[in-house]
């Protein structure tokens, strides 16, 4: 089974958990109406779980996510990791041996001597019988419920569309479990005022068939067995991984960096792993998942031994044109055509991605970029990470205004800049998008960051058009001052890029980097030779769903890009539909 394989059926496995989760911690909400809403709640719960493909679902996601994460844990090279992921392991961990009382107690009692575990019945216990077992419950409540939390927010923190609704999934992961505790606490205190009433818990007895003492000790015996299982699982893992540690010593490999700096490590690690378990700095903006170069080597020593780079490691540095030893730089592709020569496209044969190198023998390497990051982070991901993103990305200047500023003073032009870039930043804001970058009498603009690309395409055109028109609106206020009428050029073009924040020191702006801006500045550009007030790619169009077929279409080249762009010609930005 593939990593990537695993990793989904073991989200599979969880979204079934967090399912369970949802719907008991309402039913023990419903202790806040009255111990009768709860036991209403529970037989709808119960027709959901307790049918025979209900039960299929529930147990085989416990095993399924049980076992899977003993084996991920298993396959991990290195237990250094982030501290949440460190809190969601540990806590998951221990919730098996938590919860096996009340399982053990409330499934397995129904099910191997046909007891009913009605809330009365649970409740008694927890409250009256055994305060102390209802404190540990609410323990393993709180903990089940961060786990699933934290699973639930790494999962979906790379999504577009999260940042929007974090807050309200915030609120709702902290209301779900106040409310269950408060009904379960509502709920303990009616049970406390019934068990005082003459023959209650008789009567209670009596429909619910609790377990003799026989077949009580049966019970404790499967919850003691489960748990040797368990433990001897975790031992299994433990005494696995240090097996496998032992064994990979006598085949260990040395990595060197300059400075006399080296590491040894088994065969099996990449050279980024082995920078962070030596704690060297070595940058990696993607994390170590190959969407970036940033982690590339130069191999010093011991390059033919290494396994030869597959086909994303090639991809990857096709795309920057990696370095040769005279500095030069390769010719860039086109990634999104597979292309079966990149061999050849590469420049360096020594330039290799860390993420994605595993040696077998001892290797010399030399980072080629250096890192931001101190030793004590050399294993956490940089929290200037860029994210890639399907946007729109819009470029505008100012035709003719350096020979207009060449008739001004100083301060007058510093003037009209700041009345040209209080309007165009209007109307980009206006429309829903930011304001990236101001050089000079030039503007770059990024859309559909939180919203996606058909959104961010409107956008982008509307404010286009309103760009436009604001000019137009500035060039008649200040026409006793201007030689002539201001004009401008934009492109827009829509693909995928990496945003994030970017600079030095306190100079950090959100800004975009990929062939999509490249593209959008080249367009931009065309606008002076087709005498055009606006050129946008077909993408745009198609993106934002509007019929750009009534305008001129050609097909553009780019510099350093294979083949041409499909764009479409606007003279006038007002005769957008």
Request: hydrophobic share 45%.
């Amino acid at each position: 089974m593939t990593p990537v394989l695993i990793r989904r059926v073991r989200l599979g496995a969880a979204f079934v958990l967090l399912t369970y989760l949802i719907l008991h911690f309402s039913n023990h909400a419903l202790g806040l109406i009255s111990l009768d809403a709860m036991e209403t709640g529970r037989r709808w719960f119960l027709a959901i779980w307790r049918n025979p493909l209900g039960t299929l679902a529930l147990y085989g996601a416990i095993t399924v996510h049980g076992v899977l994460a003993l084996w991920l844990l298993y396959q991990r090279r290195s237990l250094r990791m982030p501290s949440w992921e460190a809190a969601q392991y540990g806590l998951g961990l221990v919730l098996p041996a938590l919860l096996a009382t009340h399982v053990v107690g409330t499934r397995i009692a129904w099910w191997q001597v046909g007891t009913e575990d009605r809330y009365a019945r649970v409740l008694l216990g927890f409250w009256v019988v055994a305060p102390e077992r209802g404190i540990w419950q609410t323990i393993t409540l709180l903990i089940a419920w961060i786990h699933a939390c934290i699973g639930v927010h790494y999962w979906l923190r790379f999504r577009r569309w999260y940042p929007r609704v974090v807050m309200a999934l915030f609120a709702g992961a902290l209301l779900l479990p106040t409310l269950a505790l408060a009904g379960y606490v509502t709920g303990g205190h009616e049970v406390v005022t019934l068990a005082r009433t003459p023959g209650w818990r008789e009567e209670l007895a009596r429909v619910t068939h609790p377990p003799s003492p026989a077949q009580g000790a049966v019970l404790v015996q499967i919850r003691t067995r489960f748990l040797e299982v368990y433990l001897a699982a975790l031992l299994a893992v433990v005494v696995a991984r240090g097996a496998r540690r032992l064994w990979q010593r006598r085949r260990s490999i040395r990595v060197s960096y300059p400075g006399d700096r080296f590491v040894t490590v088994p065969v099996g690690f990449t050279i980024l792993e082995a920078s962070r378990v030596a704690g060297i700095p070595h940058a990696s903006v993607c994390g170590g998942r190959g969407r970036c170069s940033t982690c590339r080597v130069r191999v010093v020593h011991g390059l033919g031994d290494l396994p030869a780079a597959r086909e994303a490691e090639q991809r990857v540095l096709a795309r920057v044109g990696a370095r040769d030893d005279d500095g030069e730089q390769g010719r860039q592709i086109d990634l999104e055509k597979p292309r079966p020569d990149l061999h050849e496209d590469r420049a360096a044969p020594d330039v290799r991605l860390a993420c994605q190198t595993c040696p077998v023998r001892d290797v010399a390497v030399a980072p080629l970029l250096a890192p931001s990051i101190v030793p004590g982070d050399a294993h956490t991901a940089d929290v200037r990470q860029g994210r890639e993103r399907e946007l729109a990305v819009l470029f505008a200047d100012l035709r003719g205004f350096t020979r207009m500023a060449e008739h001004k003073l100083p301060y007058d032009v510093v003037f009209v800049l700041n009345r040209y870039f209080e309007t165009v930043g209007t109307a980009i804001t206006e429309a829903g998008g930011v304001t990236n970058q101001f050089t000079g009498d030039g503007v770059m603009a990024l859309f559909g960051i939180d919203v996606g690309p058909a959104a961010g395409c409107r956008q982008a055109l509307a404010a286009a058009r309103a760009m436009v028109e604001g000019l137009a609106s500035l060039s008649a206020e200040l026409a006793g001052d201007l030689p002539a009428p201001l004009r401008i050029g934009i492109g827009i073009h829509a693909g995928a890029a990496v945003v994030g924040r970017m600079g030095w020191g306190q100079s950090f702006y959100l800004t975009a980097v990929g062939d999509t801006v490249h593209v959008a500045a080249r367009l931009e550009q065309a606008t002076k030779d087709y005498h055009a007030e606006l050129v946008v790619s077909e993408d745009v169009g198609r993106y934002a769903g509007i019929d750009l077929s009534a305008f001129r279409r050609d097909d553009l080249a780019v510099r350093n890009r294979a083949g041409r762009v499909p764009v479409r010609v606007i003279t006038r930005a007002r005769e957008l539909p």
